[in-house]
């Protein structure tokens, strides 16, 4: 589930007419590209979108020393003890009990003995156009090249916005199932 970023150099160049690197340099893209991923992340955890969802689970509790959040975590969909049941946040100042966590900082502390937390990751930057690969499903190439076009253009925070919600509400399938908690999830949008 990933679309190598050459496949994508290949369609921005063939959208703006630019096979010949005469208009804009690999470099210059790449820069927008990474831009539009960090943009692209943002409107996904916004939506309410399941094709970020990643999921980390913990094997001992993490009340009072607290446990190292995902290096991908942007923010928390769910966090669910062993048995599944959804944990409630605590407040910040408050110890978590065993169905209750909270997040500060890098880390997540909660009183559940095993538990897994379900977070919206973003999406990684581009090091290298020729050789990484962006880990998003295909779906999502249409999306990554209009809104690294839409920056490249000069588009304000608005218009981008608009056009990366657009995109998402024709190409972004509406429901998908959720493999790691078992249900259907109707996208909001």
């Known amino acids: 589930m990933s679309i190598p970023a050459s496949k994508v150099l290949r369609h921005i160049r063939l959208q703006i007419n630019d096979f010949d690197e005469a208009k804009v340099s690999n470099f210059q893209i790449q820069i927008f590209l990474n831009r539009a991923l960090a943009a692209i992340s943002t409107a996904a955890a916004a939506r309410g979108l399941d094709f970020l969802t990643a999921s980390q689970t913990y094997n001992s509790s993490s009340a009072s020393s607290g446990a190292a959040l995902p290096d991908d975590f942007q923010s928390v969909r769910e966090v669910a003890d062993s048995q599944g049941y959804t944990l409630s946040p605590a407040y910040l100042t408050k110890t978590p009990q065993t169905y209750e966590y909270k997040i500060m900082g890098e880390k997540i502390y909660c009183g559940a003995a095993s538990y897994t937390l379900f977070y919206h990751r973003f999406v990684a930057p581009v090091d290298s156009l020729e050789n990484d690969s962006i880990a998003v499903p295909a779906y999502c190439l249409g999306l990554i090249v209009q809104t690294t ?15 990366i919600n657009n995109i998402i509400d024709t190409d972004i399938p509406g429901a998908t199932y959720d493999k790691k908690r078992g249900r259907v999830i109707e996208n909001a949008g």
């Open 149 to 163: 076009i839409s920056l490249m253009q000069g588009a304000d925070p608005a218009t981008l916005t608009q056009t």
